[in-house]
């Protein structure tokens, strides 16, 4: 076990003990290599976190595989009471995880705490649908049998997650898959693999069993994939990132014929229609952008204003991201944190390149902060050319880009002219103009006057290149389940006899 301590200048957290082994049949084991996690604020090593290869991969197989047949068989009234200890045992520790989590994502405090609390919220809605899955009964349509549905666990599970939301990505799979009755293999981000360890470590001290959750850290993370995704006991993966890995994976799924789901990346437009109420639509399109330093796959990646009320828009929407204040996590009054890593923070300087070649106009921020840490300045442009590569492409940066469109159907049109379909956005006083306007959006959710929807009650997912199927809602456990059909004699005439 190696101490997680803040460095001196986050003297105002205490320190954690998280686990920075790999987690495999209920053991933690250390490994030959490590990899060094870095906080973002500082640049500054926060722990070293064990490195496990193909072979480690497969052991978690081997014990994820031995414990399934024990795990789909328990009880769903014992398997809910266990998960809803470890919810309690989340909640006791949850203040402990977001500010391991701040300290590895660089997110501020109090979205880490957000993010926490949604994460269990999560947790607490699959704990619940345990007891509640039922199949279905229906008469043979011939007579003289009956259709009986049950679902059943899909089996040994791969669990890939990002780094952008580090427990609300994990806490979203295990939590539908462990409920469902698969046992998992999670892979963390190399970026927040003390977050995911942290989470991991309370479902063992809940009393999960062994083999049923597996733990593996990584920087190869191909190998790792490969190795476990070409064994045949692997029945599923269910993959968070970008649509490039997640088209990989497909591919590699294809030979096994392994059952994916795939959350990708986005692109999302965010439309302010000439009715929109200014001020709302200003301050949700803040948040909609720039929380998590723009790094969320929701984010709003395009904002589409009617060429009417643009001026106004962009008066409020500068005003206040002007008032942003970007710094360290742990600082109360920090609104924006650091870019995740060095290289990361390169791209976002060079995304801002191509919006200028694309003779895009900057109106606020537009440099990396100087000193320690990866930050960058909240920025803003207005782009006019539609055509240029990089009004295609998903920023996740803090940047903004604002466009101007002549009429409703011409902000459609460009909303629509994306290979995503993750989350958009429509901002208007006229509840009919938003449902026809969300019925023609594609995307797999549509934010209505608001631009926050993640919900555990609600299904989340997109369409197009950003992914398939959903997470949360009553949907999210079907992906960890597969139907069954049994075919059942009722010979009614012997019956009556
Ligand atoms: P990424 O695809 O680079 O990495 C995601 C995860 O996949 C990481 O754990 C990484 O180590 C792993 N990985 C990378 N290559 C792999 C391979 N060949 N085989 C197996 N695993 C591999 O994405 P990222 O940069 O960490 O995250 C940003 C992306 O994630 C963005 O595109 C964002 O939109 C997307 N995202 C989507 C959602 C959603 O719910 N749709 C949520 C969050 C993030």
Known sequence: MTAVAPPASHAR???????TGLFIGGRWESTDTTFAVLDPATGAEIAEVANGGAADAVRAL???AAAQDAWRHVPPRTRADLFHRAHRMLVERAEDIAEVMTLESGKPLSEARAEVELSLGFFLWYAEQIAHLHGTYAEGSRGGYRIITTHQPV???????PWNFPLLMIARKAGAALAAGCTVIV??????????ALFVEILQEAGFPDGVVNLVHTTNSPAISSAVMSDPRLRKVSFTGSTAVGSALLAQSAPGVVNASMELGGDGPFLVLDDADLDLAAEQAVICKFRNAGQACVAANRIIVHESVADAFTERFLAATARLTVGNGFDAGTDIGPIISAAQRELVGHLVEELRGADAELLLGGEPVPGD???????VFRVDDTTADVTRKELFAPIATIYRASSTEDALRFANDTRYGLASYVFTKDVSRAIAVAERLEFGMVGINRGIMAD??????GVKSSGLGREGGHDGIREFLEPQYL?????EAAALR
């Open 13 to 19: 957290t205490r320190a954690h003990d998280v686990r």
């Open 62 to 64: 081997d014990a994820a």
């Open 155 to 161: 089996g040994p599970s791969l669990l890939i997650t």
């Open 187 to 196: 892979k963390s981000a190399k970026e927040t693999p003390l977050t995911c």
């Open 373 to 379: 840490g990866y930050f960058f300045e909240p920025t």
């Open 456 to 461: 555990p009650a609600a299904s989340f997912g």
């Open 487 to 491: 075919a059942l004699t009722v010979d």
